[in-house]
């Protein structure tokens, strides 16, 4: 009878058939068992990061579009180092399996002190600490490792949060115990069902706030495309009529293309008339929208509870009543089933937008937006950096079947660099488009070159204002062009190529006329393209007046928060919609 694989190789394998074929990670010599098994499977690929951060915000944008990633780091400094890049995974449910070496058992049995430990040899801190970044976590022997590697993949996919998997050296190259399980792909991954009861009282609490409503808006969340709904939300809102809006973090899960889309709702900076098209409905109906400050306009979002049915993870709620657990998939069913019909309210949708800027003019974000606007194509992966480029891309419009990936709710500035490369390396069919800050940029610029390495070809915008543009955004106004937001001055365009990426389309852009050249040769280039935007710190919008950041930072708001906030963002935002 054949030996059994060793833990190490029975959990890689085991991961590896829910679809995952790429591992991001940096060796380590506690991390070796791992790593070596990686290389020796034939379902999966190392992607070596320029370091463990950087791997984290990859594996990150690799689970975005494929459904879950894989991550391998090494004890102590390794996965320490990464844990910045798991836990926007856990704040924004990205399914991410992190697999972490550890020291050999009887090494620790014996009270050795080992390197990547502190001098009192205690072991386990790291390990407390990476826990606190995941949903759940283990740490294997023989015996264990079959039935903890299905309760890691259902606590992972049940959640859609990281889960923390280590392993001591000497254990992970021994048998595992007992009969090996052959995986199924993430698509065949059935969630925890609903209890029947709740689900029953769910169901007839839905038909009853939908019967009763003339008119309804949809509230589509980020939840929708991480648990895999995406195509039974659209059945529905097909077949219902149903008007939707989204804010950032939830930008294009349905599509932005039908005339059912209102635009963006964000509290004072939605789009116009989406406040009051949202908030006048007899019935909003909520897949489980995140309420944080981004993405409501920092708490100005009014919906009445009342009228607010709120279709979430694993419950339903409205008002007083609040059933769980009830999955979304069950709650989606229901309201499919129950076919209810909307025809109202509708937006007229936005003019096409004059495309300003010509020639010789400087390059500007004005210039910009609208020209990438019309660049994007159906199916792109678009990628946004936390800062200025995200408010503004909030208010473009996105083709059929873009997958727009931000971090809005952790806001860790450089995970777009990185988040793209692994998008790019989930599904190289489709085409990449990242646009970011210098600031952001240059905290993750290392990794253009592990972009290089693996032949991934994104599209690259480089909006250079030379400092920290969203810091200064939301700095206190009675000083402007703080020292600590600005920079050093990188050459961005010529970084590429320092960094091995000899094939690369790589251009610094000065003026308008240049910006369409380098678009233009974009569009249509068999290369990846990396093209810097000359924009100059005088680009930058007005920084917020003091009371509405009073109002943001806890402080107490005055009766003017809203409407001076709303005039600070006039000329970077849509009007503001009382």
Known sequence: MPQNPSVAEYVVARIAALGIDKVFGVPGDYA????????????????????????????????????????????GPGELSAINGVMGALAESVPIFWLV??????????????????????Y???????????????????ENAIAETERMIHECLTHRKPVYINVPQDFAEMPVVGQPIVGRP??????????????????????????????????????????????????????????????????AVVSEASDQFLGMYVGIISGPGVKQAVETADLVIDFDVCFSDENTGAWTESVDPAKHLVIGENFVKIGDFHATPVSMADSLAA?????????????????PEVVPGAGDERVSSAAFYPRLSEFLKPNDIVVSETGLS??????????????????????????????????????????????TGDGSHQLTANELGVMGRYGVKPIIFLLNNETFGVEELVS?????????????PWNYHEVPAAMGCADWYSTKVRTVAELDAAMAHAATSKSACFIELDLGVEDLPPSL?????????????????????AQALAAFAPPAQE
Not at 59 to 68: F, I, L, P, Q, W
Not at 547 to 552: A, S
Request: charged residues 20%; hydrophobic residues 45%; aromatic residues 8%.
């Open 124 to 142: 386990r801190l790291n390990s407390e600490i990476c826990r606190q970044a995941t949903i759940a976590s283990t740490e294997l022997t023989p």
């Open 101 to 122: 070496g550890l020291p050999s058992s009887q090494l620790r049995r014996e009270g050795r002190i080992l390197h990547h430990m502190l001098r009192d040899g205690d």
């Open 186 to 251: 993430i698509a065949d991954f059935v969630a925890p069902a609903s209890n029947p009861d709740q689900l029953r009282v769910a169901a007839e609490k839905i038909r009853e706030v939908v019967s009763a409503a003339k008119s309804a808006v949809a509230l589509p969340s980020y939840l929708v495309d991480r648990h895999g709904l995406a195509a039974q939300l659209t059945e529905f809102v097909q077949a219902s009529g149903i008007a939707y809006a989204t804010g950032p973090m939830d930008k």
């Open 335 to 351: 309201l499919i089933e129950l076919a209810p019909t909307f025809a109202a309210p509708r937006l007229p949708a936005p003019e």
């Open 545 to 565: 007046p003091v009371p509405f950041l009073n109002r943001l930072y806890g402080k107490t708001p005055t009766s003017s928060d809203v409407l001076t906030f």
């Open 32 to 75: 070796f068992p791992w790593n070596d098994a990686i290389e020796a499977s034939e379902n999966v690929e190392w992607v070596g990061a320029a370091n463990e951060l950087n791997a984290a915000y990859a594996a990150d944008g690799y689970a975005r579009a494929r459904g879950a990633a894989m991550l391998c780091t090494t004890f």
């Open 476 to 488: 206190n106004t009675d000083i402007y062009g703080h020292d600590y937001n600005k920079l050093a």
């Open 390 to 435: 995200n408010l503004k891309l909030a208010e473009i419009r996105m083709p059929e079947g873009v997958t727009f990936m931000n971090q809005p709710l952790w806001g860790s500035i450089g995970w777009a660099t990185p988040c793209a490369f692994g998008a790019a390396l989930a599904d190289p069919s489709r085409r990449v488009v990242l646009v």
